[in-house]
């Protein structure tokens, strides 16, 4: 997680900062359904990179069917978390409550977000091969060597990231998908694939649906 402040010499208003995020409870649960080729039916665009499964196999412990069931209520528990209340920023969890947000069946915490681990554990996952492809699936514009900061893909769409601030974004949230892809999640969330950020013209496009334009 990281937030994008303005470079100097941008006319950005005063105040404005974009959190673009490439959250792991989310990259763990795409991981999980292309490794143990579950849950083909959701509406999720193509990873790129694929990852590579390593050891990672659906556990016998219980059906093929129970586990794409629970895959899709822990997905839809993902994206229903960005709707929770926004929390205080000034709060943070105590020790005592994260350990009781990792609680089996926990309900959902507006200071953290649910964790498939939470749950289920480690079974099944290779968690190697995991870190190895969330690693690789990093944003390219973020890691390129060399880049400073005004060649990031947010003040390469500076206009459109403005008028999507003024309208209510503050993050961005990052896929290691492939093509366009765009879903405003609230009024604060952005949901974009990485290679729609890394394209200035589908990330202005993204950006202005965001802001309520067509």
């Not at 995020?21 to 579950?38: G, Q, S």
């Not at 929770?84 to 953290?112: F, I, N």
């Not at 190895?132 to 893909?153: F, I, K």
Request: proline share 12%; glycine share 6%; charged share 20%.
């Amino acid at each position: 997680m990281k937030y994008w402040d303005p470079v100097p010499d941008n006319p950005c208003p005063p105040g404005m900062a974009i959190r673009v995020d490439t959250p792991h409870h989310l990259t763990l649960l795409l991981f999980i359904r292309d490794a143990w080729h579950i849950a083909g039916d959701a509406d999720v665009p193509r990873l790129e990179p694929l990852p590579e499964a390593g050891i990672s196999q659906l556990p016998d412990s219980a059906t093929p069917a129970e586990w794409e069931a629970r895959w899709h209520r822990a997905w839809a528990r993902l994206w229903d978390w960005y709707s929770v209340e926004e929390p205080d920023p000034t709060v943070h969890p105590s020790p005592a409550r994260l350990r009781s947000v990792w609680q089996p069946g926990h309900g959902l915490d507006p200071l953290v977000p649910p964790f498939w681990q939470a749950d289920y554990g480690w079974d099944g996952i290779d968690t190697g091969a995991y870190n190895a492809w969330v690693m690789v699936s990093r944003p390219h514009a973020d890691t390129h060597p060399g880049r400073n900061a005004a060649e990031l893909p947010e003040p390469q769409s500076l206009p459109a990231l403005i008028a999507a601030w003024e309208n209510g974004l503050d993050t961005v949230i990052v896929l290691p998908c492939q093509g366009y892809f765009a879903r405003r999640i609230t009024a604060r969330h952005l949901a974009v694939s990485a290679a729609t950020r890394n394209e200035p013209a589908a990330y202005s496009r993204a950006l202005r649906t965001a802001a309520g334009d067509r």
